[in-house]
């Protein structure tokens, strides 16, 4: 990646990560965590109780500031893309120009007032009325966004009528281009490592602010996914043009969190800050992002343990330190399958496919691939769905391995309890993960009727940690893709998610020897399909 800011430590860097296990802690802001970190036990002294009674009167002025000017956004948005034409993505070899032309669909998903145009560089030699267009478009536009632009003349067309816009920032391109965020120039004594050489004595505020933001985005670029480059847009949209409700961990809280958490936490802060792992944790979750999810769910799961659940479970579940409500999301509207077998869905059925080869095999079914860059990726993924012993219960456990930050490979284990939705083929699963609630929305898309490939679709929020998501995962009895005949049935049904095929992330299923499997005692599984030697057929 030729974007000038370097990227940030190993811990950033891309790794696998599972079907739905939403981070719990990606909501904690860093405030939370340097105030951990720095404060001693004296954190329960009375010198900083009246240094916080002192502080409340001008936080709440903060507050009220804040939520007058979140209350001047309803402007559209206006981004212009330029992409190098004929350049290929490391998104499966897809062209960039595809890449960008999603993306902003998707931006669409979170407010339809984020409108980005998509055009190839291609426009500067053309005798149309394009370049005018173009120019026209850059004129209004509050953000440029540059990929795989190095041809010279397309470099001297941007810099000659770019001048005008307060945010641009180029990926994979020319570096005779410069990235400008808020109006401001970031410079560099070399180019393309904005970190490690910044001019020095600069003392700017505003500087050091873009200085972060572009951090940020680089390195979510950097992971190559659909995701963190819609990502990237919204975090300059959120720092510059309006606030991003999805976003909104961004912003910090003040002293009324570090109130909130000494006021009710003071010991599972204690405990955790005693615990090397619990410590550990913290640490690493601080030098991310608040909502990049990818960093923070590996800190999490490389570091679990009792004092991290006990304090995630004070600070945010049960007390809402961060003051922050995610909703899920409500797009895109993904329609469940309506037949299996020749047969209308019913909840039964649709329970009997999550159920899938369990029985024959000790698994319901293994993820082949999956969208979502945070929860898609871990390897060796095993998902268990079965009926409890309670009437009408239902359950789903994924068992999946982590090689965490000290590179030691250690298999995880979850619980959703599962409930039928309003429509046969849907369903909500909530977990509570590390401490924090999650809830999802899952929607069973399509099954081959030989169950040898499957295709699930969720929603999901971390309500208390400020995090919503959406994702996708390819499911299959063996871990194998589908077969070739199956391909258009499977495109069919990833467009109906909103989703292509060149989004989706290989799950690695080498290397699985000694899964924790098994289910609890007095559990069931079919009770419409039988599954006998790896052929299935309805009862009914």
Known sequence: ???????????????????NRRSSFAGLPNLILLRCRKTK?????????????????????????????????????????????????????????????????????????????????????????????????????DILVLVAVSKEGSVNW?????????????????????????????????????????????????????????????????????????????????????????????????FSTLNCM?????????????????????????????????????????????????????????????????????????PPMTEFRGEILSSEIAEDIFVGWLGTLNWSWRVVAGQNPAYDQFPCQYQLYYRGKARGSFWYEPVFQVRTLEDNLVWRRRKYRVKRGKVPGTFQFSVLDNGVVSIESWTIVDVSDDLSWGLFHYHGAARVAGQSYTGAVLVSPDGQYPAEREKDRLISALDRCGIKEWELFNVDNCSCEGPPLGLPEGSSLHSKIEVQEGRTHSSV
């Open 41 to 141: 036990v004296s954190i329960f002294s009375s010198s900083l109780d009246r240094k916080i009674r002192a502080t409340r009167s001008i936080v709440a002025a903060a507050a009220v500031e804040m939520k007058e000017a979140e209350k001047k956004t309803s402007n559209p948005v206006r981004i212009v893309s330029i992409v190098g034409e004929d350049s290929v993505s490391p998104l499966s070899s897809a062209p960039w120009l595809d890449v960008m032309l999603h993306t902003a669909e998707r931006l669409k998903w979170v407010d339809e007032e984020f409108e980005m145009i998509v055009f190839s560089d291609n426009f500067i030699n053309s005798q149309d009325e394009t370049v005018n267009r173009v120019g026209n478009e850059l004129d209004r536009a």
């Open 158 to 254: 941007i810099q000659t009528n770019s001048q005008n816009v307060s945010n641009i920032i180029w990926f994979d391109s020319s570096s005779a281009l410069r990235n400008k965020l808020g109006g401001i120039l970031i410079e560099t004594e070399k180019r393309g490592d904005i970190f490690s050489s910044l001019l020095p004595f600069s003392q700017s505020k505003k500087l050091n602010e873009s200085v972060e933001i572009a951090r940020t985005v680089s390195e979510a670029w950097e992971r190559h996914n659909s995701d963190d480059m819609r990502f990237c847009l919204l975090v300059i949209i959120n720092a510059y043009i309006t606030p991003v409700s999805t976003l909104q961990n961004l912003r910090a809280k003040g």
């Open 262 to 334: 000494v006021t009710n936490c003071g010991p599972q802060i204690l405990n955790c800050l005693l615990d090397p792992n619990c410590r550990k944790a913290l640490q690493c979750l601080n030098q991310c992002s608040p909502v990049d999810q990818v960093c923070n769910y590996r800190c999490i799961a490389s570091y679990e343990s009792q004092y991290l659940e006990e304090f995630s479970l004070c600070v945010l579940q049960k007390n809402n330190c961060l003051e922050l409500d995610a909703k899920i999301p409500e797009k895109p509207h993904v």
């Open 1 to 19: 990646m030729n974007v000038n800011v370097a990227p940030s430590p190993s811990i950033n860097s891309p790794a696998p990560f599972p079907v």
